[in-house]
């Protein structure tokens, strides 16, 4: 699995769009991009994923460039609650390996 | 309500004594999987199971062992635990197949082990 490089640490205001960038160069064509946070200690829970088109869904939108090397996920209008750390994984079940590597995420702290 | 448990929530022990953490899931998937999580280190993976009777290792799998007998547990053994495996564990299950390859995770257990 490709690995993927994050910020360590991101602030944005209240309201504001939270935009959280992902670096996985070495993604290769079958893997998919995922998004996960974790609030506090509690278990991560899944946001989006995609392979190359922009998602969208009712939490986030996920734009994966046409080289697929990056990826951001925003946060339309962020609110206390998305103070959270958040992870990119790159991953496919058919790559031969069904490992999945967290790493160590983007902690966002949303601000009053 | 679809969910994954765990148990103990909460668990200190000594080193050495065996203890094993429990994960059931009601949603009838295939994958099941263990992380622990350490400050700075992020979530790794510990053992993973695409089956049942089918397990295989995660980036830090020594010290721990798993069985994957019935398709909704996914009990995580520790033989002889130390205090370098004081973490907190989440157990995570998803379907095998499918488009949607979510994982559901958890509510942690947290492990002392003095």
């Known amino acids: 699995d490709a690995k993927t490089t994050q910020p360590p640490s991101m602030d944005c205001a209240e309201g504001r769009a939270a935009n959280l960038p992902c670096n996985h160069s070495?993604?290769?064509?079958?893997?998919?991009v995922y998004w996960y946070r974790q609030i506090h200690s509690q278990g991560p829970q899944y946001i989006i994923h995609?392979?190359?088109n922009n998602e969208t869904n009712e939490m986030a939108s996920l734009i994966i460039t046409e080289d697929r090397k990056s990826s951001t996920l925003i946060l339309p209008h962020a609110t206390l609650r998305d103070t959270a750390v958040y992870y990119c994984i790159v991953r496919s079940d058919t790559s031969g390996t069904y490992k999945y590597i967290f790493g160590t995420g983007t902690r966002l702290k949303v601000l009053a | 309500e679809a969910q994954v448990t765990q148990n103990p929530r909460y668990l200190i022990t000594v080193t050495g004594k065996k203890l094993t953490v429990t994960c059931s899931q009601n949603m009838n998937h295939e994958y099941m999987s263990w992380y622990r999580q350490d400050p700075g280190l992020g979530l790794r993976q510990i053992y993973y199971s695409m089956n049942v009777e089918v397990t295989d290792k995660g980036d830090v799998p020594e010290g721990y062992k798993v069985s994957r007998k019935e398709k909704r547990n996914f009990p995580l053994i520790l033989e002889s635990p130390s205090p370098n495996q004081t973490s907190l564990y989440f157990c995570?299950?998803?379907?095998?197949?499918?488009?949607?390859?979510?994982?559901?995770f958890g509510p942690g257990t947290r492990l002392t082990v003095t």
């Open positions: 995570a299950s998803r379907p095998w197949e499918g488009a949607y390859y979510e994982q559901y």
């Open positions: 070495t993604i290769s064509g079958n893997e998919y």
């Open positions: 995609g392979l190359k």
